[in-house]
């Protein structure tokens, strides 16, 4: 059986989205237009990049403190037009930023638009790095429309009302969630081809999202309680564990170190280790790799639950590891599902187990595996 994931990138690829940065405002008047002095038509990209270059560069010493920033023009903050984030240290040259747009909200900031809290049309990539909250009282937290490659990383709270708190538009987009990065509302990565990477230490809990077609666990324990539907390929990576409690779309593979549990999934080929509870659903086929792991625990009530695969279960690479919390002759009373398949592909490379006075046999079935207890009897 051939791979189904023919590449998966690593995660210094995946992280290499860039340099912190320091927030600037400008003048929403472009040069040349007198204070209020109506303009018959809106800024043209000519315009923008006029005001922005006319604004001095942040001194690498600059210090900031954060405030709350309320916005009442109806839109929020445009930021096409409103904002510009520079490097500390400008390179040479007219080009003072990495992405075009980018912005920070720090975590004591609090932007809040009576539409929506930040919005782009597009003329320029925007990179928004949130630690604070942003909401859109009237419409999305975040609303980044046109067709260019734009990045998010919330660490922080986006509130978006009617239902999205994030909009990525067009283009090829890039979702980072961190600790503590928290929506209310929909997550909509738009058109193109989208990736969201939950990359934190300290692992986290992720609602899901719409039109995502990557799903990447960088590093730390996730929960995953809502839907990615649309995600064709993903990863754990080695380090990070993934806890479904909800349905990913598509094929995600489990590397070295790293652990799955739970959940749907179309596709799910397995490196590190996949727990049994609680139980995983795969719609399609389980590959264990060579040194894997299957580790199944049963609690002090000794339930479990058989995990489900839709079509081929290949076992030929994985150990089973079995770790029993309550030892007892109940265990000795009937054979345990441990998953069922269409079709079973080759037995468990070897078994192990925490048990002192009981051993556990196997029995392959052509739709399933099923695990039986037995006294130790050592003189056997």
Known sequence: MSSI?????????????????????????PPGTAAGTRQDKPAGRTDIAAALNDQPAIKPDARFSSATI???????????NAARLLIPSAPAGTATSLRGIEIINSATAKTV???????????????LENHGSITGKNGAGVRLEGDQDDEVVNAGLIIGSHGVALSMGGGNDMLIV???????????????????????????TFDGA????????????????????VNQQGAVYSGATLVNQSKIGGSMTVQPDATY?????????????????????????LRMRHGSTLALTLGADQTHTPSNIGNTADLRGATLAIHVENENDALLSQPLPLLSAKHVESPFAGITSNLKTL?????????????TFKRNDPTA
């Open 359 to 371: 051993v556990p046999t196997l029995t392959y079935r052509p739709d399933g595996v099923f695990v």
């Open 5 to 29: 994931f023919p590449y998966i990138p690593s995660v210094g690829a995946l992280m290499g989205y860039g340099i912190h940065t320091l927030a600037q405002s400008i003048s929403q008047t």
């Open 70 to 80: 309320t916005l009442n023009n109806g839109n929020g903050l445009d930021i096409d």
């Open 113 to 127: 638009g009576e539409r929506n809290g930040f919005t782009s049309t597009g003329l320029a990539p925007v990179w």
């Open 261 to 285: 549990a739970g959940g749907t999934v179309a596709n799910l080929e397995v490196a590190g280790t996949l727990r049994l509870d609680p139980a995983t659903h795969v719609e399609q086929d």
């Open 210 to 229: 719409r039109q995502m077609q990557h799903l990447w666990v960088g590093s730390g324990n996730w929960t995953l309680t809502g839907e990615v539907p």
């Open 178 to 204: 961190r600790s503590g990065g928290r929506f209310e509302g929909v997550v909509d990565g738009g058109s193109g081809t989208n990736q969201v990477i939950l990359d934190d230490a300290r692992g986290g």
